[in-house]
């Protein structure tokens, strides 16, 4: 069975860094795109950008491009989004999810960003 | 980037009745690479349809996909009240890989 199992919720600070993690099992990690999904409160889904794990060639949405780092570990199986420098907007949930149309997700990580 | 237009915002419907989604693209999604997905409250999105008219695994026949280019369509047939939920379509032919801004089923 296919499982993206990410990290639990976070509550930060402006200003502060963060960098979440989903953890893949169930089929050959390296070899499938893992994307990442921003969700904000009652809105809808926003594409941050994609990362294939074999080689790390990674794509970002302008949106997002120079806010969040993607990233992944295959040894680990495990793919990440970090920020150096969080904001208020950057409260949402984040969700992870495989291949380039997401078959399967993660279960969201719920990131709180107030002072 | 290629932007993804719903219709309508919200569908007020009746379980037992068909429902018709619309997704129309700014510009030609290639190969038909367009998806949808349902999302329940509290829940992560699940997916439907991709290659816009092939179902996912486990997904039932009364969700059908269709349409080419600039306009896509998700029917639902036979309404069962598990059914009302936010619909969203996606273009993965093209980077970024859009959402729509989904559309809300509800009773």
């Known amino acids: 069975e296919v499982q993206l199992v990410q990290s639990g919720a976070e509550v930060k600070k402006p200003g502060e860094s963060l960098k979440i993690s989903c953890k893949g099992s169930g089929y050959d990690f390296s070899t499938w795109w893992i994307a990442w999904v921003r969700q904000t409160p009652g809105k809808g889904l926003e594409w941050i950008g994609i990362i294939f794990p074999a080689d790390s060639d990674t794509r970002y949405s302008p949106s997002f491009q120079g806010q969040v780092t993607i990233s992944a570990d295959k040894s680990l199986s495990t793919a990440y989004l970090q920020w150096s420098s969080l904001k208020a907007s950057d409260t949402a949930i984040y969700y992870c999810?495989?291949?380039?149309?997401?078959?399967?997700w993660g279960q969201g990580t719920l990131v709180t960003v107030s002072s | 980037e290629i932007v993804l237009t719903q219709s309508p915002g919200t569908l007020s419907l009746s379980p037992g009745e068909i429902a018709t989604l619309s997704c129309r693209a700014s510009?030609?999604?290639?190969?038909?690479?367009l998806a949808w997905y349902q999302q329940k409250p509290g829940q992560a999105p699940r997916l439907l349809i991709y290659?816009?008219?092939s179902r996912a695994t486990g997904i039932p026949d009364r969700f059908s996909g269709s349409g080419s280019g600039t306009g896509f369509t998700l029917t639902i047939g036979r309404l069962g009240p598990d059914d009302f939920a936010v619909y969203y379509c996606q273009q993965y032919s093209s980077s970024p890989y859009t959402f729509g801004q989904g559309t809300k089923l509800e009773i």
């Open positions: 510009q030609s999604v290639s190969s038909n690479y």
């Open positions: 290659g816009a008219s």
């Open positions: 999810a495989r291949h380039n149309y997401l078959i399967d």
